[in-house]
């Protein structure tokens, strides 16, 4: 019998982040079934397992439309278990992938929601952009991880000051 992949969502970590109170990917390290994990973002120093898993197609990346390269088709991410996500402010994402030459041959999906962002702890959010834990938990929704979802939506929620 085959063994099935385990879904993995990568979040590539402006060292910045990992101080600040208002992170949101922080959120879902502990509490995602060991899915998400952090890799600490270095210019000249890429993951060495990031950098095989896009030379190798296996990973997409995650990424504002708006923002996107001069790669115009959008991947579907239902074909990849591997599912990489930019955790900075809008600025520093801008940056990672703009110094990281890997990033833009990764394939690139964008998320399509109705929704604005809920987030409500950091100024300068664009509109129709979402926070790092919000990108989580709808990658979540639409690989049908619904029950850590509602419970990474429930921790983001406290820490929003929601509930």
């Given at each position: 019998?085959?063994?099935?992949?385990?879904?993995?969502?990568?979040?590539?970590t402006h060292e910045r982040e990992l101080h600040r109170g208002?992170?949101?990917?922080?959120?879902?390290?502990?509490?995602?079934?060991?899915?998400?994990?952090?890799?600490?973002?270095?210019?000249?120093?890429?993951?060495?397992?990031?950098?095989?898993?896009?030379?190798?197609?296996?990973?997409?990346?995650?990424?504002?439309?708006?923002?996107?390269?001069?790669?115009?088709?959008?991947?579907?991410?239902?074909?990849?278990?591997?599912?990489?996500?930019?955790?900075?402010?809008?600025?520093?994402?801008?940056?990672?992938?703009?110094?990281?030459?890997?990033?833009?041959?990764?394939?690139?999906f964008t998320l399509k929601t109705d929704n604005d962002s809920?987030?409500?702890?950091?100024?300068?959010?664009?509109?129709?952009?979402?926070?790092?834990?919000?990108?989580?938990?709808?990658?979540?929704?639409?690989?049908?991880?619904?029950?850590?979802?509602?419970?990474?939506?429930?921790?983001?929620?406290?820490?929003?000051?929601?509930?």
């Open positions: 019998m085959e063994q099935c992949k385990k879904m993995k969502i990568f979040l590539l208002t992170n949101t990917g922080s959120l879902a390290i502990d509490d995602s079934n060991e899915i998400v994990e952090r890799l600490l973002w270095e210019r000249v120093n890429p993951n060495k397992e990031l950098t095989r898993l896009i030379e190798k197609n296996e990973a997409v990346l995650l990424y504002s439309k708006g923002e996107s390269s001069e790669n115009e088709s959008l991947a579907v991410i239902e074909e990849y278990e591997n599912i990489i996500i930019i955790d900075g402010t809008w600025q520093e994402s801008k940056k990672i992938f703009n110094q990281s030459a890997y990033l833009k041959n990764a394939p690139q809920l987030y409500k702890l950091r100024a300068n959010q664009p509109k129709g952009g979402l926070c790092t834990i919000e990108c989580i938990i709808e990658v979540l929704k639409i690989k049908g991880q619904n029950k850590i979802a509602s419970e990474l939506l429930a921790k983001f929620e406290k820490f929003n000051g929601y509930t």
